[in-house]
């Protein structure tokens, strides 16, 4: 992943090119929310940075914003439709033919659905869809490129695969799905992609408000002072983990979920 490499004899010319040159990472649901956070800070640590998103406004407004803090490029794609991950992966290979690391952020950030029993197939379906079926589908489109470079993949999950408030089943099974197909991809690439995992707590970021605007989330002393950590977390706490993960320093790490929560998974609560 570091641009400075030792070539070898066996090394062909474009393959000398492709390490001299910045890291070209791939950012799934770039535009807002924690995968904003992670496009901006690894742009910002010299990366190049494509961004995959359903959101076209938003994510051509990021890429004209952080244009001028180095390459960064915007693909509007679903990742559910095989055909558009297809596509997104094909543009990527032509525009720089190489792709060093893949963060699988993209999901369906809402927990909440309501009672099971009255939660609708396709609602329950639309959570798998995104959320697992895009990991898969992004991960099985870019392993290719990832095993030319010896890459790196970095999956976002939640900690709400390990703890649960009511009437989020839905969002919990794909979280738990996503570090289950973590650990198992791990195994399936040893030796030539390392796959690991995020489980973020309680990131303050943007929510949005009726009209599709983002807003600022207000934030109390209580919601700080519950954390062990002192303070809710940041989306730089999450993109700093993924840089580490994604660079050549987390080389002996595979197959593992990292909690970042601010101690909250640790913590027990009595009423």
Not at 49 to 72: Q, S, T, Y
Not at 94 to 114: H, K, Q, R, S
Not at 127 to 154: E, H, K, M
Not at 205 to 232: F, I, Y
């Amino acid at each position: 992943m570091s641009a400075e490499h030792s070539h070898t004899e066996s090394e062909n010319p474009e393959q000398r090119e492709q390490k001299s040159a910045a890291p070209v990472i791939l950012v799934t649901g770039g535009a807002r929310g924690i995968g904003k956070g992670i496009s901006s800070y690894l742009l910002g640590c010299g990366y190049r940075v494509v961004m995959l998103d359903i959101l076209r406004e938003d994510g051509e407004r990021l890429a004209r914003d952080l244009a001028h803090l180095g390459d960064i490029r915007f693909i509007r794609a679903d990742v559910a439709d095989e055909d558009q991950v297809s596509s997104a992966i094909n543009r990527i290979r032509n525009w720089f033919g190489y792709l060093n690391g893949v963060v699988n952020n993209a999901a369906i950030a809402e927990p909440y659905t309501g009672p099971l029993e009255f939660l609708a197939l396709e609602d329950w379906q639309s959570y798998i869809d995104v959320n697992v079926t895009g990991t898969f589908l992004i991960s099985r489109a870019t392993i290719p490129l990832l095993q030319q470079s010896q890459g790196a993949i970095v999956n976002i999950a939640s900690t709400r695969w390990l703890q649960s408030e009511p009437q989020s089943e839905a969002y919990a099974a794909s979280k738990g799905a996503i570090v289950s197909f973590t650990h198992a991809l791990a195994i399936s690439l040893s030796g030539q992609v390392r796959v690991n995992c995020i489980s973020p707590g309680w990131i303050a970021v943007d929510a949005v408000s009726e009209n599709g605007h983002l807003k600022p989330v207000h934030l109390t002393e209580t919601c700080h002072r519950q954390h062990p950590a002192g303070r809710v977390g940041r989306p730089d706490d999450i993109a700093s983990m993924v840089k580490f993960l994604l660079s050549n320093e987390s080389g002996f790490i595979t197959g593992q979920n990292f909690v970042i929560d601010g101690g909250m998974t640790r913590k027990m609560v009595y009423e």
